[in-house]
């Protein structure tokens, strides 16, 4: 049992995160019945759900107690994701009009 660790009171680790998040979701459904632009409107929730996101992640999958070599092999992973899915974005702007590279 010495290679175990101690986990400690979960609740007092899990329930601020919970809270927080509960308060981004809720601040989400307020900013989306305010008076912003679209393009002021996207960028706030983008950046909120990506908080939100990121906070999930690190405590809910655990990522914040793995080794920080992990957590920077999956940036460049996560990058080349995104680059791959920008190489298909082209192809559905292209299948709106249903024409192979209408000039």
């Known amino acids: 049992m010495s290679g175990s660790k101690k986990s400690g009171n979960v609740i007092v680790k899990y329930l601020p995160v919970y809270f927080v998040l509960l308060?981004?979701?809720?601040?989400?459904?307020?900013?989306?019945?305010?008076?912003?632009?679209?393009?002021?409107?996207?960028a706030i929730l983008l950046a909120l759900a990506f908080s939100g996101g990121a906070l999930a992640v690190m405590y809910f999958m655990h990522l914040n107690e793995e080794r920080r070599s992990l957590f920077l092999t999956l940036i460049?992973?996560?990058?080349?994701?995104?680059?791959?899915?920008?190489?298909?974005?082209?192809?559905?702007?292209?299948l709106l009009h249903m024409k192979p590279f209408a000039h």
Do not use: C, T
């Open 23 to 42: 308060a981004i979701a809720g601040l989400e459904i307020v900013l989306a019945y305010q008076g912003f632009s679209p393009g002021v409107l996207i």
């Open 76 to 94: 460049p992973a996560v990058i080349f994701v995104l680059i791959m899915m920008n190489m298909l974005w082209s192809d559905s702007f292209r």
